[in-house]
Nanobody
Framework: QVQLVESGGGLVQPGGSLRLSCAASRHIFSFYSINWYRQTPGKQRELVATVTNRGRTNYTDSVKGRFTISRDNAKNTVYLQMNNLQPEDTAVYYC?????????????WGQGTQVTVSS
């Protein structure tokens, strides 16, 4: 089993920054992709950013150039650095670890952290 603990959410003004953290209970980066999703009322869950087991990163178009996903392998932690935050970024952000390398496929979720961007 993998436990994911999220932190770093909060209230910021437009243009501000936050860094979200997702700490895993054990080393998983060799086999798992780590994803950040977000959910707002009335909208579907959206995949925001991914870092694969190979270290490749991907972002949804609306956050490219503003958000950066990164890993600290020694701490088993993935970060989402969010800069130039806008009200449209307001959501509950969820950390997800997923793999199809381990059989059967595995999928784990954190509990979510609220990000609110408001003036």
């Amino acid at each position: 089993q993998v436990q994911l603990v999220e932190s770093g959410g909060g209230l910021v003004q437009p243009g501000g920054s936050l860094r979200l953290s997702c700490a895993a209970s054990r080393h998983i980066f060799s086999f798992y992709s780590i994803n950040w999703y977000r959910q707002t009322p009335g909208k579907q869950r959206e995949l925001v950013a991914t870092v694969t087991n190979r270290g490749r990163t991907n972002y949804t178009d609306s956050v490219k150039g503003r958000f950066t996903i990164s890993r600290d392998n020694a701490k088993n932690t993935v970060y989402l650095q969010m800069n130039n935050l806008q009200p449209e970024d307001t959501a509950v952000y969820y950390c997800n670890a997923a793999t199809t390398i381990i059989k059967p496929p595995r999928n784990y979720w954190g509990q979510g952290t609220q990000v609110t961007v408001s003036s």
